[in-house]
């Protein structure tokens, strides 16, 4: 019988592009939910969204197939779906950042300096969370999608400079929020 | 750590590398080089690390199934999609901007191309407009309006000439100059320049290279004068001796610049003469006379009566007494304000003055009432507005001598009474008079009284745009400025306008609307308003003293008046004045004086400014028992005054008309309306054909243009909307550059189309019909005997009003009198709209032929009586001067001065002597003055009676 309406995704049929997916997703999990977890602020809608947004990215695989920078790719339909259920999910089930403290990765150096790291990464966390929500994107895109300044300007539409402009004003807050002294 | 928190920043940058390679080069140098700079890069990179361990989520690894959903098939990738989505998505939106800027700068420049050629159009016709005067009057300022503006109405500011030419084709007068920004110019022909009749007024504009020309011939007529009548007082017994003193004065500068002839005569109540009149030539304007009753005069109303030998000025007469004793001869004193009316016990009579003549439907009227009895007494009242549907629509109450105001925005199908509420009982409801729906306008003169030198400023509200008006102020019957207006409905219909006027131009102003749409111009609204004189004379009086005097010194001027009437004199005194004149500057001026002391009466003559600034425009002058009174510069004064104009309202003070404004509206002539001259209507048709030619021409091009641009943008959205059915491209901005195309070109082609839309000659400015004075000229002199007759009607109706006023009752003689003086003021209009025979104009033309504007010489009109032309006086006035002596009898001391002509010093001073009787009673010292164009008088009261001794 002929399929009119669609087909199943064949894996075999484009064993590449659903493995890069799969495996883009399973390598880069903490970068992605670490990027929506910033964006909706708690881990429960920060897994729901990174769920739709892989399931976007499956259904639109066949238009990655011509896509040079996968990673890229990905990183902008989830930061699209995280900013899409940012406006609900923000004021509904915002939850502050010390009750994921349990998700914190863990170092390899002993107890108190372990303690100490962990202590300096709730800061640097609670200090994402406080970055402007422009500001908040452009580091994000950087430090977990691993982008180019170039390719996040592309993808927000603005010019590089500004891309760069923001970066700094994120990392002197950040900065400033991790030496705790003000400076 | 030493290193400043800027370093540590720009490492922490340099570990996420948004510096400049040369900024990072550097810093690489002294990581290399400096311990402390490589330690803080390693706590820079520290950092990074934390930072992004904080931006991660490191939770357990989520399980990443396939939706069961079916994956839609792998679309076809376009080949413009093949380097990527997002060069293409710019590729796209800059052809569809590209093309979207192209229409829309395609259809405004066809836009602008066509406003700039229908600019252009409009500016080839100069609409030149003018009004002014319909009579130019000796020693009247005359101001002409002249306006240039564009057909469409916009203004240019041309440059306007305006002569005055002879017959014989000489320029007289000449003035050049620009007009202002709104393309007005207002030009004041001199007073005193003597125009010929038969003189023409040439008035062009010219504008780049547009020239548009008026001549407009010029109806002249001869100086007019103001004379005013003063006798010793108004009581009299037979064989007495009537003093009379006439002052005359030219209308407008109020000067005595020529001495007139005048004569005397004193009339019984049936208006035959009784003994020989007096006539004589006035010295400084002053004429008088002393008049016998005969001894065996019966009792009853007489009346003094001062003609003009030469018709200067219309006949003015005053009423006196004889027989019959003023029933508030002591006691009551004289000018008193009488704000408190008494309430009336039986029948209220409540008549109502909409501002301006009618009830105009929907709009917001002022309506000015008087509440007295059915023999004329002030009533104080108080009630409610109702309408038919019983709804109170506003509060009434008086506010002076029975007089108010109220505000009402009657509706077009209701009908409004007056429900009284005091007096108590009063079951009747007065009716409004009706509401006009025709009437589209409110003439709204504020306070109604103005400051000396300022502009008349007052509004217009419209109901409806586009109404041609022309306000005129008149001044005397003598239209002395005017300006023109387009109504406009917008802003709740308010139309400011200002007049300006010559400083000389004061007293009681007639200010009309007259709606110009139609040939002869039709009054739509009048009322009365005042202007206060720029220029005045204080009177001083002071009492000297003599050694050993045992009285108090009196003094007495305009301000403290009051306090001198309160003063008492020992019977057989003898009381010398110093008088003394200042002008409004406190200057000495040199004026002329007529002074009387006379037994006090309830009328005690009106002041020489009352009755040079008021009366003469009043119809009823028993209105104006306290006539000075309304002169006072105070709010009191001026609001008493605006009730008292108001009152005075549409037209009735010409013509009679009180019971139904559209009579009086029926019956008014335009024989007042200010002359216009519009080229417009001959420039519009030019215009219109040369639009017509234009539209031809352009039809053929510019409606492809538009059409392309039309069908251009239609095909763009098409294109936007195939690109996105397609998926090729697709996003809000190419459907909004796509839209905005389609619609701009698609209204400018509709206006371009439309040539009405786009300020086609539907934009054409309001054209005024023309109006135009009788050719013949004759006519000028037609008008001034019409004058003359109605300058007589009216002092005629003064004179009978002031007895009213006085309580005395109207003698059949003069009733006749004012029927026929009725019957030919309903003549008047006809007169002077030239329907009087051919024949008589030509006889008037011939012989007018040889009299110049400086020629005093009056011609007497068709309809007077071949026994009224005197022949002038030779000689002056004997000066006819009485003081009492204590010897004579107690009635010859109920006038104890008079003195007619005092002619004060260069200081502005004189003195004045008289002895009091030896009986008690109650005097008045009336000084009148004038000079230089100045007014002045003083008013004090005093007692003779026995001062107990301390």
Sequence with gaps: MEQRSGIRPDTSAEPSTARRLTELFARSQAELLGTLYHLLGNTEDARDALQEAFVKCWRHQAESAGVANLRAWVFRVVLNTGRDLRDSAWRRRRRPLDADRASLPAGEAGPEAEAQRQDEVQRARRAIGQLRAEEQDVFLLRQNGELTYEQIGEMLKIPVGTVKTRMRLALEKLRRALNDDGD | ?950
């Design chain 2, 1 to 950: 750590m030493t290193l400043d928190a800027a370093t540590r920043q720009r490492l922490l940058e340099l570990a996420y590398e948004t510096i400049s390679e040369a900024e990072a080069a550097e810093l690489r140098q002294r990581i290399a080089s400096d311990p402390e700079v490589s330690a803080a890069f390693a706590e820079a990179q520290r950092q990074a690390g934390i930072l992004a361990s904080a931006a991660r989520l490191s939770v357990e690894p989520m399980a990443w199934k396939p939706p069961d959903a079916p994956v839609p098939p792998p679309k076809p990738v376009p080949p413009m999609l093949a380097n990527g989505p997002r060069s293409n998505w710019r590729l796209a939106h800059w052809l569809v901007g590209l093309a979207a800027a192209l229409l829309a700068i395609v259809s405004l420049a066809g836009y602008g191309y066509h406003r700039q050629q229908l600019a252009q159009l409009a500016s080839q016709q100069l609409r030149l407009f003018v009004a002014g005067p319909p009579r130019l009057e000796g020693g009247a300022p005359a101001q002409f309006t002249v306006v240039s503006t564009g057909v469409t109405g916009e203004p240019v500011p041309a440059q306007i000439e305006l002569t005055i030419v002879t017959p014989d084709e000489r320029p007289l007068w000449r003035e050049k100059d620009w007009a202002d920004k709104q393309g007005r110019l207002r030009s004041i022909i001199p007073a005193n320049l003597t125009i010929p009749r038969g003189s023409r007024l040439l008035v062009s504009a010219s504008h780049d290279s547009r020239v548009e020309r008026i001549a407009a011939p010029l109806n002249v007529s001869e100086p007019q004068y103001r004379t005013h009548l003063v006798l010793d007082r108004v009581q009299f017994e037979s064989g007495e001796t009537v003093y009379a003193r006439s002052v005359s004065l030219s209308r407008f500068a109020m000067k005595a610049d020529r001495e007139l002839g005048v004569r005397f005569e004193l009339h019984d109540a049936k208006g035959a003469a009784v003994g020989a009149s007096v006539e004589g030539l006035t010295q400084h304007g002053v004429g008088n006379a002393a008049l016998k009753l005969p001894a065996t005069a019966p009792p009853g109303d007489y009346a003094v009566v001062a003609r003009s030998l030469d018709r200067s000025f219309a006949e003015v007469r005053q009423t006196l007494v004889v027989g019959r004793r003023s029933a508030v001869e002591d006691g009551k004193p004289n000018g008193g304000e009488s704000a408190e009316p008494p309430v009336a016990a039986g029948e209220t009579i409540v008549r109502f003055f909409p501002e301006g003549g009618e009830l105009a439907a929907d709009l917001e009227n002022r309506v000015y009432f008087t509440a007295r009895t059915a023999a004329g007494q002030a009533v104080k009242l108080s009630g409610r507005i109702v309408d038919s549907a019983g709804t109170e629509v506003a509060l009434v109450e008086t506010q002076r001598d029975g007089m108010g105001a109220f505000y009402l925005r009657p509706r077009p199908d209701r009908q409004y009474r007056l429900k009284i509420l005091e007096p108590a009982g009063i079951a009747a409801l007065p009716k409004l008079p009706p509401v006009v729906t025709e009437q589209k306008i409110v003439l709204s003169a504020g306070t109604g009284v103005f400051a000396a030198g300022r502009p008349l400023e007052f509004n217009v509200r419209a109901a409806a745009d586009g109404l041609p008006l022309v306000a005129a102020v008149a001044c005397w019957g003598v239209v002395v400025a005017q300006q023109p207006l387009v109504t406009s409905a917008e802003a709740g219909g308010a139309n400011p306008m200002e007049i300006s006027l010559p400083d000389e131009i004061a007293g009681v102003l007639r200010l009309t609307l007259f709606d110009y749409s139609q040939s002869p111009p039709e009054p739509i609204a009048e009322r009365l308003v005042y202007r206060r004189p720029k220029q005045q004379i204080s009177l001083r009086a002071e009492r000297l003293i003599e050694p050993n005097t045992a009285n108090p010194t009196s003094r007495a001027d305009e301000s403290s008046a009051s306090a001198s009437l309160k003063d008492a004199y020992q019977p057989g005194e003898r009381i010398e004045l110093s008088l003394s004149a200042r002008d409004e500057q406190q200057r000495p001026v040199a004026a002329v004086l007529g002074a009387r002391v006379a037994i006090a009466e309830a009328d005690g003559g009106v002041s020489l400014p009352a009755g040079m600034l008021l009366l003469g425009s009043i119809s009823h002058p028993s209105d104006l028992e306290n006539a000075d009174f309304y002169l006072a510069e105070t709010d009191e004064a001026s609001a008493a005054l605006d009730l008292l104009l108001g009152t005075h309202g549409w037209r009735r003070f010409v013509t009679g008309a009180v019971a139904d404004a559209r009579i009086g509206r029926a019956n008014a002539a335009p024989a007042d309306a200010p002359l216009v001259f519009d080229n417009l209507i001959e420039i519009r048709d030019e215009y219109q054909s040369s639009l017509n030619a234009y539209r031809i021409q352009r039809s053929r091009w510019l409606t492809t243009l538009t059409t392309l641009c039309f069908f251009g943008g239609l095909a763009l959205l098409l294109a936007v909307a195939i690109l996105g059915l397609l998926r090729v491209v697709a996003g809000a901005h190419l459907w909004v550059s796509a839209v905005g195309a389609m619609l701009c070109c698609a209204i400018i082609g509709a206006a371009l189309v439309d040539g009405h839309a786009a300020r086609g000659s539907g934009d054409i400015a309001v054209a005024f019909a023309p109006h135009r004075a009788a050719a013949e000229p004759s006519a000028p002199q037609e008008k001034n005997a019409a004058d003359d007759q109605l300058g007589r009607i009216e002092m005629a109706k003064a004179n009978k009003g002031f007895r009213r006023g006085t309580g005395t009752v109207e003698s059949d003689g003069d009733a006749r009198q004012l029927a026929v003086d009725e019957r030919a003021e309903k003549a008047v209009p006809r007169a002077a709209a030239g329907a009087a025979p051919a024949r008589k104009v030509d006889a008037l033309a011939d012989a007018n032929r040889s009299v110049g504007r400086s020629d005093a010489r009056r011609l007497s009109s068709p309809s007077a009586p071949p026994a009224e032309v005197q022949p002038r006086a030779q000689r002056p006035f004997e000066i006819r001067e009485y003081a009492f002596e204590p010897s004579d009898s107690i009635d010859a001391a109920r006038t104890l001065l008079w003195r007619p002509l005092i002619v004060l010093d260069d200081k502005g001073a004189a003195k004045l002597a008289f002895s009091l009787p030896k009986v008690e009673g109650r005097y008045l010292i009336a000084i009148d003055a004038h000079g230089d164009g100045r007014l002045g008088s003083l008013r004090a009261e005093f007692r003779v009676a026995p001062v107990p001794k301390p």
